[in-house]
């Protein structure tokens, strides 16, 4: 499990939502960072955003996990098993802060 200090370490970059709406989850928030996703699942504050092509475009997918120990697991299984030449592959986890 990752310690407070090793996930400061990560330096995971920050997203909130710049908009006036105060979400009440990390889905919602990540549905307006990433408005243009075609899907949002999961629950929690660390996100990876997977991009792959399709007949209609590209498409953006975002995966949120409570935990940055599942994210970054998630993350080392996707760029290990798929092809670079479909998917834009996970570079970085990011955290969301839903406002206060």
């Known amino acids: ?3 407070p ?3 400061a370490a990560l330096a995971l970059p920050r997203h909130e939502a ?3 709406a105060r979400h009440q989850t990390y889905a919602a928030l990540a549905g307006c ?3 243009e996703a075609a ?3 999961g629950e929690g504050p660390f996100a990876l955003v997977i991009e792959h092509w399709a007949e209609s ?4 997918l975002v995966m ?5 120990d599942d994210a970054l697991d ?20 990011i955290q969301l802060a839903v406002r206060d």
């Open 18 to 20: 710049h908009c006036p």
């Open 33 to 35: 960072v990433w408005d």
């Open 64 to 68: 949120l996990w409570t935990w940055a």
């Open 5 to 7: 200090a090793m996930l």
């Open 74 to 93: 998630a993350k080392n299984l996707i760029n290990a098993t798929t092809v670079a030449t479909i998917f834009r592959l996970p570079d970085n986890l």
């Open 39 to 41: 899907e949002v699942s």
């Open 57 to 60: 475009g590209i498409r953006t």
């Open 1 to 3: 499990m990752l310690t």
